[in-house]
C-alpha cells in the first residue's frame, strides 16, 4: 500500500495547519516517501528560515558597521582574536601580543577551532572581517532554528520563534561585544539540538563533538548533551558522548592549557569559588543572577521550563555563577549567547511535543508572544541604539581617529590602550599598556579623559616606563596623543 499522504484542499488552503499536522504524523524514527506536496511545504520552510537568517545577518552587520565606522571598541578581544586570526592566515602559532610577550593564546583559552578565521582574514585583513564571520556563524544557527520551528508549527508561528530568537538579547550582547570564539559553538549547538530532536542521533553526535574545540568549558555543555541524547535514544551513543565532553576539559584543563600557559595553569580555574558558596549559598542569589536565569526563561514565555533540553544551559550557568567576577553574572557581553539556542529549541520541542499546546491558535499566541518580548527587550539591550544612530554611534572623533592611525606606520610596534588598538592590530604589531612589554617604536594613547593634558604628555609618561629611551610626540590633540621612540 501506498504510503503517500494526500493533502486536502482544506489543508493547502490553510498552511500553517498544515504544516504542523504533517510534522505530527510522521512518527519519530520513520522515513515515509515524501509526496510532491511535502516537498513544497519542506521547500517553503527551508526559504522563510533562510529569509529570517538574511534579515538577522543584516541587522547583526548593521549594527557592526555602526560600531566600526564610530571607532567603538568594546574591549581588548577583537584586537587579540584579530591578532590571532593573522598568525593563522600566515601559517603560525597564535602568538599575540596583547596578552604579552610571546604569548601563545592556546595556553589562554582552548580554541583551536579559531583556525578557520584564517582563509577569510588571508582574503580581507582586517579586524571587521572578524565581526562580519561572527555575523554569518550568528545567523546561520538563525536559519537553523527558525526552519525547525516552521516545520514543527507552521510558518507563521515559526517565524515568529525564528524572529524571536534572531533577536534575543544573549545574541545581541554577543554582537555588541564584537568578536568571541563563542559565535562557532552558537550554530554547533543549534545544528546538534536539531539533530538530536530529529533523532539523528549521528549528526548529533557529530555537531556536539566539535564544541570541545571551541572552548574547554563547553566540554561539560557536551557531557550534558550525551546525558540527554542517552536518555531519548536509549543507547550508548549519549553515553560516549558524555564521556567525549568530559574526557576534553579535563585534558584541557589539566594538561594542554597548563602547558602553554606562561603561568604553567589553567588561568581561569581560580575564579570558581566553590567555597564561597558552600560557606555562603546565598550568594547564588544575587540579584544579577537571578535576573539572568529569569530572563532565560521569559525569552521563551516560559515553555524552555517545559522541555528536558533546557538542563543543557546547566554547566554554562554553572562556571559563570560560580565565578566571582560581576561580569560573568548579568546579561552583557557574550557569555549568554551558547544559551539562546538551547532554550529556544527546547521551547520548540515543548511545543512540538506538550498535547496541552498542540491547539493552532494557542501555538500561534505563543510564538507572537515570544516575538513581540524579544522585540520589547531590545529597548533595553544593544539594538536598542540602532533606533538613532547618530546618537548612539556618534561620528565626531572620526577625524581625529584617522588622523592619529596615519601618525602610526606599517610594521612598526606599538603600545596602546584599548582605545584603537583593534584598527592598528592589522598592519603593526601591539602590546597593551596593561603588560610588561619591550621598548616599542610608538606608544598611542586615548587622552579624552584626561583634559588640559600636555602635548608631551604620553611621551614622558612613555620615557619613564622605558627608561633610557625618549620619545617624541608625533601627533596630539582632544582626543589621542602619539610619540615615537627616537
Not at 21 to 39: H, K, W, Y
Not at 441 to 454: E, I, K, N, Q, T
Request: charged share 15%; aromatic share 12%.
Amino acid at each position: 500500500m501506498s504510503t503517500v499522504q494526500k493533502i486536502s484542499p482544506e489543508a493547502t488552503s490553510r498552511q500553517d495547519a498544515r504544516d504542523g499536522q504533517d510534522a505530527a504524523a510522521v512518527p519519530p524514527g520513520t522515513r515515509p516517501r515524501i509526496s510532491a506536496g511535502l516537498r513544497e511545504v519542506a521547500a517553503s520552510a527551508l526559504s522563510l528560515s533562510g529569509l529570517v537568517g538574511a534579515m538577522a545577518f543584516v541587522v547583526y552587520s548593521m549594527f557592526s558597521w555602526l560600531q566600526w565606522q564610530s571607532f567603538t571598541v568594546r574591549s581588548w578581544d577583537l584586537g587579540i582574536f584579530t591578532q590571532l586570526a593573522k598568525d593563522y592566515a600566515n601559517f603560525r602559532p597564535p602568538i599575540v601580543s596583547l596578552k604579552g610577550d610571546g604569548y601563545n593564546l592556546l595556553g589562554d583559552h582552548f580554541h583551536p577551532i579559531l583556525v578557520l578565521l584564517a582563509p577569510f582574514y588571508k582574503l580581507f585583513p582586517s579586524a571587521y572581517t572578524l565581526l562580519v564571520v561572527q555575523n554569518m556563524l550568528l545567523a546561520i544557527s538563525v536559519v537553523v532554528v527558525a526552519h525547525l520551528a516552521i516545520k514543527r508549527l507552521g510558518r507563521i508561528t515559526g517565524a515568529c520563534l525564528g524572529v524571536g530568537y534572531a533577536l534575543s538579547w544573549g545574541l545581541q550582547s554577543a554582537v555588541d561585544s564584537q568578536f568571541h570564539e563563542i559565535a562557532f559553538a552558537v550554530p554547533l549547538l543549534a545544528l546538534s539540538l536539531v539533530a538530536l530532536l530529529e533523532e539523528k542521533w549521528r549528526s548529533a553526535w557529530i555537531w556536539a563533538s566539535l564544541l570541545v574545540f571551541v572552548k574547554e568549558d563547553l566540554g561539560l555543555t557536551v557531557f550534558v548533551i550525551g546525558l540527554v541524547m542517552a536518555w531519548r535514544a536509549r543507547t550508548a551513543a549519549g553515553l560516549w558522548l558524555s564521556a567525549w565532553g568530559v574526557g576534553w576539559f579535563v585534558l584541557t584543563t589539566k594538561v594542554i592549557l597548563p602547558s602553554m600557559n606562561p603561568g604553567s595553569e589553567w588561568a581561569y580555574q581560580s575564579q570558581l569559588n566553590i567555597a564561597g558558596l558552600l560557606k555562603d549559598p546565598a550568594t547564588l542569589f544575587q540579584p544579577d543572577k537571578v535576573t539572568t536565569v529569569l530572563l532565560l526563561a521569559a525569552i521563551t514565555a516560559g515553555l524552555c521550563l517545559f522541555s528536558p533540553l533546557t538542563l543543557i544551559v546547566l554547566p554554562t550557568l554553572a562556571w559563570r555563577f560560580l565565578s566571582e567576577l560581576p561580569v560573568y553574572w548579568g546579561q552583557e557581553w557574550q557569555y549568554s549567547a551558547v544559551l539562546m539556542p538551547v532554550v529556544f529549541i527546547a521551547a520548540i520541542d515543548a511545543l512540538s511535543r506538550r498535547k496541552v499546546l498542540s491547539g493552532m491558535r494557542l501555538r500561534l499566541l505563543l510564538g507572537t508572544t515570544i516575538m513581540v518580548i524579544a522585540v520589547v527587550l531590545s529597548s533595553q539591550y544593544a539594538f536598542e541604539k540602532l533606533a538613532d544612530p547618530a546618537k548612539n554611534f556618534p561620528l565626531t572623533t572620526a577625524a581625529s581617529s584617522q588622523s592619529a592611525l596615519a601618525a602610526v606606520p606599517d610594521g612598526v610596534t606599538v603600545e596602546t590602550d584599548i582605545s584603537l588598538m583593534s584598527y592598528l592590530v592589522d598592519r603593526t604589531e601591539v602590546y597593551w599598556i596593561g603588560n610588561k612589554n619591550p621598548v616599542p617604536d610608538y606608544v598611542f594613547f586615548d587622552v579624552s579623559g584626561r583634559p588640559g593634558l600636555a602635548a608631551t604628555a604620553i611621551a614622558q609618561e612613555a620615557e619613564q616606563r622605558f627608561p633610557g629611551t625618549r620619545f617624541v610626540t608625533v601627533y596630539a590633540d582632544a582626543h589621542y596623543q602619539v610619540a615615537r621612540k627616537e
